[in-house]
């Protein structure tokens, strides 16, 4: 093992799956949150995981729950850190949330530790100052339901060590993911360069009224023969990730993305509907329209 002992900080719907998938391939993992109740709420997320890696992966009862059992969780940075070889940040998609957290990341962090943000749209040049460490600083971004979309993307910046960058590719492997070297920055990486724009042509044409979501979905699944469309995707991944991404590109002056805030957020948010996590996005789960056998009549 390049690392023993894995932090991941941040236990939303992606940092929980990346704290699982590590603790399942037999790493110690420690989670981190702001306080107990994201804690919590992190523990129900990652117990439900349980039941899809049995389906999915043909996982035993022994393998799922000795998974869970190597896992700790703390409110408390410095103890969470304590140990870590490695660090996974999974903080908001928020510059300034990011920025606070690797300030404070980098006070009680073990000098050896290294860094890396699961960050989907920025680039490690935003934040390897503040880390305090950027010779050991990348990025390793995992997709949604990371142990069937098992990629894991890992882009250095200029500074980056060159034996850390392959560290964090053997570690990729030994986690069960195909790793994808990127050797220069690149807004998005490789999956969301392709899929970002994919999903904002699909908001523009539901907020201009053009079509609803399911029509817009039915089209892409008919005419390409994907298993679902966009506004399928955009439940998988939850709904605060793509507001908060339109958000800042509203405040940046983007007059379409800033509809597209508002629209995610009086429609949906506001209403408690985040996707796949909350039971009701732009479907209802756990039984979307999109996967009757008649969707795409």
Known sequence: ?????????????????????????????????????????????IEKLKDRYKEDLGATDEQVNQAYKSMNFYSDLGKAVEQADLVIEAVPELTDIKINFYHQLAEVAPKHTIFASN??????????????????????????????????????????????????VDFAKEIGMIPLPIYKEQPGYILNSLLVPFLDAAQQLLVNEIADAETIDKTWMVATGAPNGPFATLDIVGIRTPYNLSKAKGEAGDENAKKVAEYLKVNYLDKGKLGVESGEGFYKYPNPAYKNEDFLK
């Open 1 to 45: 093992m390049v690392f023993k002992n894995v932090t991941v900080a941040g236990s939303g719907v992606l940092g929980s799956q990346i704290a699982y998938q590590i603790a399942f391939k037999g790493f110690n993992v420690s989670v981190y949150d702001i306080n107990d109740k994201a804690i919590e709420t992190a523990k129900g997320r």
């Open 119 to 168: 960050s989907s749209t920025m680039l490690p040049s935003q934040f390897a100052d503040a880390t305090g460490r950027p010779e050991k600083f990348l990025m390793l971004h995992f997709a949604n339901e990371i142990w069937k979309n098992n990629t894991a993307e890992i882009m250095k910046h200029e500074g980056t060590d060159m034996k850390v960058f392959q560290d964090l």
